[in-house]
């Protein structure tokens, strides 16, 4: 697991990359400690990544985070590779089926970055400014 800051419009966020994992049922320690991060520390939103050309593989988990409750984006990664292969992904309809925000891109290519963070934004806690009076 690994921490680093990005930033989303004003705010400094902090980003936790977290060990890949197919289920909120572990296999593995990684995996357990990925899990009791998600279930038991508050965040403002998850980010699952997946990969575009395994997308049914990867779905379940997308599922189980949805019904745990969290915030969820789905950041379909690869759209290249997977374009490539012939595959394509109506995000428009992925959302409505899901219900959650849906960002196709292919980070290698710096593609999709900008919708990603636009769509993360909604999620942070707004920042007020003490005034002092």
Known sequence: MSR????????TI????????YSLLPISEE????????LIE????????VDGKNLGRMLPLTFQLIEAG??????????????????NLRQ???EMELEIPVVCMSAALNQGIDELRQRIAPFLPIQTEMIPV
């Open 4 to 11: 680093g800051l990005a930033q989303i419009g004003e705010q």
């Open 14 to 21: 902090t980003v936790i990359d977290t060990p890949g994992m």
């Open 31 to 38: 995996e357990k400690v990925t899990r009791d991060l998600l």
């Open 42 to 49: 508050p965040v403002s939103v998850v980010i699952h990544v």
């Open 70 to 87: 969290l915030p969820v984006i789905l950041a379909v990664n690869m759209m290249d590779e997977a374009q490539g292969w012939g595959l």
């Open 92 to 94: 428009d309809a992925l």
